[in-house]
């Protein structure tokens, strides 16, 4: 068999064909790139039950800030030391209900207890020394009054002499010398009467001056040797008031132990009244901006819920948080005591009228986020929202959503990289 050489014209025919195949799947790979690069991505799944979804609503917004913390006394007293002395005896342990004369502990000192006897005898002796003294004077007194009534009894006699002169003078009896020497001796009884009544005024009245360094050394002796009876008396620590013992310690974490030596001053013993309790509640200072005295807030005891008001509010912050106290406000719940940790809340203000919708995990009053609004086909789509004022569990929306709008608000921070997340069921 002979083959038959083809003719250049087919050969050349056959290369144009296959360059026209070639640009035309080249064209159809371009095509189908820049269509695959143009479509969407696809979006990923997520589990509806996984997530938190809200709806936007308009209407009335109760603004709260929420704070824990604990139930402490209103009323809390720290026994402290007045004198130096030892822990002897310790009577009762903390728990124990107790009355301003109940006795928690003893201390002992010589030292306090010689004191006591010292002071106890300077105030014997110095009031010894004032009833001698007084003692004295009375003589004194007594004495001056006798002369005085001596002296009245002779000038008495001296007149009674003079007026039986005088009838005898005019019966010629009496010679005029006898009756001007026994003139004389009245005058002169006069006179020494006059003198004495003076003086017995003066001893009187200097009595109460003599008596006075004495009576103010009584006084100061007095007063230390009551000093020291209430630094004797002391050495029974005493709780001062009703409540409950909290603890016989020096600190909250230090107890005071028999055998101790202790300082005045040093801190005993603590008592609190059980019955009048307030919340010292601890505020993210984020929050505290618009908390006022007075505004009405609600502590949860977790057995039951009390109203109250905010009494006071630090004014320095710690840790990152604000201390505020509410004054609580009627019968307390069953099992309220102190120490208690309780959650509470304070009421800011009513907004009306308002766009608002559950509080994100991640929004900030004030502040823009960016959530996934999920719509009608059940995909959701990045959205930037702007935020108003918040509140416990709502916040304010000021832009980007609208009333009926639905929004995850879970923490979406795994979907950053994608603008769209498809919900299934």
Same mark, same amino acid.
């Not at 003719?7 to 080249?26: E, Q």
């Not at 402290?80 to 342990?93: C, D, K, N, Q, Y």
């Not at 000192?109 to 005898?121: G, M, T, W």
């Given at each position: 068999?002979?083959?038959?050489?083809?003719?250049?014209?087919?050969?050349?025919? *056959? *290369?144009?064909? !296959?360059?026209?195949?070639?640009?035309?799947?080249?064209?159809?790979?371009?095509?189908?790139? +820049?269509?695959?690069?143009?479509?969407?991505?696809?979006?990923?799944?997520?589990?509806?039950?996984?997530?938190?979804v809200d709806t936007v609503k308009r209407g009335q917004m109760l603004r709260q800030v929420r704070g824990s913390g604990t139930l402490v006394p209103e009323d809390i007293r720290w026994?402290?030391?007045?004198?130096?002395? !030892?822990?002897?005896?310790?009577?009762?342990?903390?728990g124990a209900i107790v009355e301003p004369n109940t006795v928690i502990l003893e201390l002992s000192?010589?030292?306090?207890?010689?004191?006591?006897?010292?002071?106890?005898?300077a105030y014997q002796s110095a009031l010894a020394a004032y009833e001698n003294r007084r003692a004295d004077l009375d003589s004194a007194l007594l004495t001056q009054e006798s002369n005085l009534a001596t002296i009245e009894s002779n000038y008495k006699q001296a007149e009674l002499d003079l007026n039986s002169n005088l009838e005898l003078q005019k019966s010629g009896l009496v010679a005029e010398l006898v009756v001007k020497q026994k003139q004389g001796a009245v005058a002169d009884l006069k006179n020494r009467l006059a003198v004495e009544t003076k003086r017995l005024e003066i001893t009187k009245a200097g009595i109460k001056s003599q008596l006075a360094p004495q009576e103010a050394d009584i006084a100061q002796?007095?007063?230390?040797?009551?000093?020291?009876?209430?630094?004797?008396?002391?050495? *029974?620590? *005493?709780?001062?008031?009703?409540?409950?013992?909290?603890? +016989?310690?020096?600190?909250?974490?230090?107890?005071?132990? !028999?055998?101790?030596?202790?300082?005045?001053?040093?801190?005993?013993?603590?008592?609190?009244?059980?019955? +009048?309790?307030?919340?010292?509640?601890?505020?993210?200072?984020?929050?505290?901006k618009d908390i006022r005295i007075g505004q009405y807030a609600e502590v949860d005891t977790r057995n039951g819920r009390v109203k109250g008001k905010v009494s006071r509010i630090d004014p320095a912050s710690s840790n990152g948080t604000v201390g505020v106290d509410i004054t609580l406000e009627g019968a307390l719940p069953a099992g309220a005591r102190p120490d208690l940790s309780v959650d509470g809340e304070v009421r800011l203000e009513e907004l009306n009228n308002i766009i608002y919708v559950g509080r994100p995990a991640f929004g900030q009053e004030n502040s823009s986020v960016s959530l996934f609004k999920v719509g009608a086909n059940g995909e959701a789509v990045r959205t930037t929202v702007k935020l108003g004022r918040s509140s416990v569990n709502t916040i304010e929306i000021v832009e980007g959503l609208n009333p009926g709008d639905q929004v995850i608000l879970s923490d979406m921070s795994t979907y950053d990289e994608y603008q769209r997340v498809r919900l299934s069921n």
């Open positions: 068999m002979v083959d038959i050489a083809r003719p250049p014209s087919v050969i050349r025919k *056959k *290369k144009i064909r !296959r360059a026209i195949y070639g640009a035309i799947a080249l064209l159809a790979v371009g095509a189908i790139t +820049v269509g695959v690069s143009r479509l969407k991505p696809a979006a990923p799944s997520v589990d509806r039950a996984t997530v938190w026994i402290s030391a007045t004198t130096a002395g !030892r822990v002897e005896r310790i009577l009762l342990r903390a000192s010589p030292s306090v207890e010689q004191a006591n006897r010292e002071a106890q005898l002796r007095k007063a230390a040797a009551d000093l020291q009876a209430r630094n004797l008396g002391d050495l *029974k620590v *005493k709780a001062g008031m009703h409540g409950v013992l909290q603890c +016989v310690c020096s600190n909250p974490t230090t107890q005071v132990e !028999r055998g101790a030596q202790v300082n005045p001053g040093s801190n005993l013993a603590r008592v609190a009244d059980p019955s +009048v309790l307030k919340a010292e509640l601890r505020i993210a200072e984020t929050q505290t």
